[in-house]
């Protein structure tokens, strides 16, 4: 099976911008996962979709944003870029059962200038 | 939210060394695993863990829910065990938190 895949793996913007970044998941996984990983913050939860539906979300301002299709393929969206979203954006996959093992994706590494 | 804490913070070790990584968590949790993050940034599930005890070739892993921590265990390390790890947990609230991981640094 092809694990989980996200495109662009780099990605260079200006402050104000914004940005899309996909992430498709594991075949027959129907739960993804975002994460943000900066060197000042670690590892942190954005949100995560079930279903086409968002089913659970973290701290993060309405500036992050994310969606998911029927085929489970997830977008996740930030407009108005700021030098603080510099980071490396993680995605996860997982079956579907909320407490489901999740395997994570390369990553999308996004510099703000 | 529940607080994660990892320890050490960084390991030095000789090639050939054991070690044992320490995970310690705030509340019950409903999920726990261990990753290994490469240099390019990947994190590599090593053990998907909310309670007992797993092994996978030099590695093993216990986690004590009652008591609120997790253990990961390196036998015979390796240059290539080198990196970040990291534990990760799920409450109730179905949401996942991060320690902040332990460097481990294996010497030739």
């Known amino acids: 099976k092809a694990g989980v895949t996200q495109t662009p793996r780099y990605l260079i913007k200006t402050r104000g911008q914004q940005v899309t970044l996909s992430c498709s998941p594991i075949?027959?996984?129907?739960?993804v996962s975002w994460y943000q990983q900066t060197p000042g913050q670690g590892l942190q939860f954005l949100f995560e979709?079930?279903?086409?539906?968002?089913?659970n979300k973290g701290n993060f301002p309405g500036r992050f944003s994310g969606r998911q299709f029927s085929n489970s393929r997830s977008e996740m969206n930030v407009s108005t870029l700021e030098l603080g979203d510099s980071a490396l954006y993680l995605c996860?996959?997982?079956?579907?059962?909320?407490?489901?093992?999740?395997?994570f994706g390369p990553g999308t590494r996004l510099t703000v200038l | 939210g529940i607080q994660v804490e990892q320890s050490p913070p960084d390991l030095i070790l000789q090639e050939g060394a054991n070690s044992t990584l320490r995970c310690n968590f705030s509340?019950?949790?409903?999920?726990l695993q261990w990753f290994h993050q490469n240099p390019w940034g990947q994190l590599i599930n090593l053990f998907y863990?909310?309670?007992g005890t797993k092994q996978n070739g030099r590695l093993s892993a216990t986690t004590v829910a009652t008591e609120r921590y997790s253990l990961l265990y390196i036998s015979s390390s390796q240059t290539t065990d080198s990196g970040v790890y990291f534990c990760?947990?799920?409450?109730?609230?179905?949401?996942?938190?991060f320690g902040d991981g332990t460097t481990l640094t294996v010497k030739p």
């Open positions: 990760a947990v799920w409450g109730n609230a179905g949401k996942s938190t």
């Open positions: 996860a996959s997982s079956p579907g059962a909320l407490y489901n093992e999740q395997f």
């Open positions: 979709y079930f279903s086409e539906t968002q089913r």
């Open positions: 075949s027959g996984h129907r739960s």
């Open positions: 509340d019950s949790v409903n999920n």
């Open positions: 863990i909310p309670s």
